[in-house]
């Protein structure tokens, strides 16, 4: 099974844990990362914050901030998507986005929600820098590793 499935799968468990008791908020905690699912009330008031690489899945924050391939300068940092999942520039669809080009960031700025089996992942930079280009439009779907945001760094 590749880890793509055995990330699915795991997070569908942790799901089916909340639903079958009843839980609204779980947070999960090892050396290789944290995670914390929060039950959406309608719209995404509250996103679930996600931290470190999920089972199977060898990626830290060095990784999810690599430098960017050709075509851009050498000096660049590329924000991938940490999860399969729906991309979303903003909190809600009337919200303004988390960020637009030329809007500097943090290591801890919320930069897009990704989506994945109904809960809702809060997305932070783990970078200093100013957005220099965001790669995927609002309601796109993104894979694990995909570029999503060209930073220069700070």
């Given at each position: 099974?590749?880890?793509d499935k055995k990330t699915r799968k795991w997070l569908s468990e942790l799901i089916e844990l909340?639903?079958?008791?009843?839980?609204?908020?779980?947070?999960?905690?090892?050396?290789?990362?944290?995670?914390?699912?929060?039950?959406?009330?309608?719209?995404?008031?509250?996103?679930?914050?996600?931290?470190?690489?999920?089972?199977?899945?060898?990626?830290?924050?060095?990784?999810?901030?690599?430098?960017?391939?050709?075509?851009?300068?050498?000096?660049?940092?590329?924000?991938?998507?940490?999860?399969?999942?729906?991309?979303?520039?903003?909190?809600?669809?009337?919200?303004?986005?988390?960020?637009?080009?030329?809007?500097?960031?943090?290591?801890?700025?919320?930069?897009?929600?990704?989506?994945?089996?109904?809960?809702?992942?809060?997305?932070?930079?783990?970078?200093?820098?100013?957005?220099?280009?965001?790669?995927?439009?609002?309601?796109?779907?993104?894979?694990?590793?995909?570029?999503?945001?060209?930073?220069?760094?700070?």
């Amino acid at each position: 099974m590749d880890d793509d499935k055995k990330t699915r799968k795991w997070l569908s468990e942790l799901i089916e844990l909340m639903k079958a008791n009843d839980l609204v908020e779980l947070e999960v905690e090892d050396e290789g990362g944290r995670i914390r699912l929060r039950k959406a009330e309608g719209r995404i008031e509250r996103p679930v914050v996600y931290s470190g690489p999920l089972p199977g899945q060898a990626a830290g924050p060095a990784e999810q901030a690599a430098p960017v391939a050709a075509g851009h300068r050498e000096n660049m940092i590329t924000i991938k998507s940490p999860m399969v999942g729906t991309f979303y520039r903003a909190p809600s669809p009337d919200a303004d986005p988390f960020v637009e080009p030329n809007d500097a960031i943090e290591d801890e700025s919320v930069i897009c929600i990704i989506e994945a089996m109904k809960v809702y992942n809060e997305i932070k930079a783990e970078c200093k820098g100013v957005v220099k280009d965001i790669l995927v439009a609002n309601g796109e779907p993104v894979e694990y590793g995909q570029p999503l945001f060209i930073v220069e760094p700070a």
